[in-house]
């Protein structure tokens, strides 16, 4: 088994403070609103919201994955930090599991998200950083779906 780490950083004008309330402590009921060709479901199996929380994702009809389970491992409201792995699903192709921690951070009046995946092999598989990059620059068109939806109700998560 081996480990890949990737890294990444995507700025926001939207305050860290929005960004987390919505992504985070309710991004289970706004991801399949906002962008319900990428999730069609978020189901929580198990637990509070809180760390050992289980949730179930079902994919959207424009996702070529159908489900993924979570596993929260840390939900930090002050330091808007999140932490879970990906523990089961088709995502999983290649991988025994991905641990993702995304840290919130204000930058000027907006926000900089910072992310990290570590990618957990099953035994001699590779997983290139091309199919990283791909899987993260849908994270990324998912996260300007939301991003634009914040700017167009900004009264929603004050």
Same mark, same amino acid.
């Given at each position: 088994?081996?480990?890949?780490?990737?890294?990444? &950083?995507?700025?926001?004008?939207? #305050? #860290?403070?929005? *960004?987390?309330?919505?992504?985070?402590?309710?991004? /289970?009921? *706004?991801?399949? $609103? +906002?962008? #319900?060709s990428a999730f069609? /479901?978020?189901?929580?199996?198990?637990?509070?919201?809180?760390?050992?929380?289980?949730?179930?994702?079902?994919?959207?009809?424009? !996702?070529?994955? $159908?489900?993924?389970?979570?596993?929260?491992? &840390?939900? /930090?409201?002050?330091?808007?930090v999140f932490k879970?792995? +990906?523990?089961?699903?088709? =995502?999983? +192709?290649?991988?025994?599991? +991905?641990? =993702?921690?995304?840290?919130? %951070?204000?930058?000027? !009046?907006? !926000?900089?998200?910072?992310?990290?995946? %570590?990618?957990? =092999?099953?035994?001699?598989?590779?997983? =290139? &950083? %091309?199919?990283?990059?791909?899987?993260?620059?849908?994270?990324?068109?998912?996260?300007?779906?939301?991003?634009?939806?914040?700017?167009?109700? #900004?009264?929603?998560?004050?």
């Open positions: 088994m081996g480990v890949i780490k990737h890294e990444e &950083e995507v700025y926001s004008a939207i #305050p #860290p403070e929005r *960004l987390f309330k919505a992504f985070v402590l309710d991004g /289970d009921n *706004l991801l399949p $609103k +906002v962008v #319900p069609s /479901d978020i189901k929580v199996l198990e637990g509070d919201g809180k760390a050992g929380t289980v949730k179930l994702i079902t994919f959207g009809e424009g !996702s070529s994955y $159908k489900t993924s389970k979570h596993v929260i491992d &840390e939900v /930090d409201e002050v330091n808007k879970y792995t +990906v523990v089961e699903g088709d =995502t999983l +192709v290649g991988l025994e599991k +991905v641990k =993702t921690t995304v840290k919130i %951070e204000a930058h000027g !009046s907006g !926000s900089i998200i910072k992310s990290t995946s %570590e990618y957990h =092999t099953k035994g001699s598989h590779e997983i =290139t &950083e %091309e199919k990283i990059k791909e899987g993260k620059g849908k994270a990324k068109n998912i996260f300007k779906a939301i991003e634009a939806h914040l700017h167009a109700h #900004p009264h929603e998560y004050c």
